[in-house]
């Protein structure tokens, strides 16, 4: 890497979070350790970062809560959970609020690497791709902006969002596979990234609401269909 990519790690264990750090800073990375979510949530505010990673149980402020203020101020910055929570509603409660990935503990420094590079090859994939406009129904949907518009109102997607509003609409009125698109967003396409996908599917459907014309609906055993009279790049 020319210029160190910056981690906001937040983590209580002292001694897991030393490991963490040590192990990124030998990787290249700018990694910062915090001790819990308050503190973490302050340099957040005072800095600028390329990836969070937030263990979710924390004194003061759990991973959870400080990752919803994060995403409230940046909707787009990749947020990995590091968690000993293994429960489906934890894991999907941290997808709700916009986690990018969410690795259980005991995991390997190899495995959070991987997918730290996975998550900012993708964006900066992205990053460098041209602005598309799709003009949907009575709305206007900017990928590289990540703007969701109609003449009365704009609407910021989050990273998650727009890549999978993107497929539908490269795949519009036709069946987009559900591996694809969790291979293609999420990497992977393990239970989790699927109950993920899922939640994305419904924000985005809140999201189209205001168009009547316009529906995702559900191919069994097969993935999504964006149903829409106008799709246009």
Known sequence: MDEKLRILLCEDDENLGMLLREYLQAKGYAAELYPDGEAGYKAFLKNKYDLCVFDVMMPKKDGFTLAQEVRAANAEIPIIFLTAKTLKEDILEGFKIGADDYIT????????????????????????????????????FDTQKQILATAEKQTKLTTKESELLGLLCAHANEI????????????????????????????????LKEDDSIEIINIHGKGYKLITPEAES
């Open 105 to 140: 503990k005991p995991f390997s420094m190899e495995e959070l690497t991987f997918r730290i590079e996975a998550i900012l090859r993708r964006v900066r994939g992205k990053k460098n791709k041209e602005s598309n406009i799709y003009k949907i129904g009575k709305f206007t």
């Open 176 to 207: 987009l596979q559900r591996d694809f698109a969790l291979k293609t967003i999420w990497i992977d396409d393990n239970y989790f990234n699927a109950r993920s996908m899922d939640v994305y599917i419904t924000k985005l459907r809140k999201h």
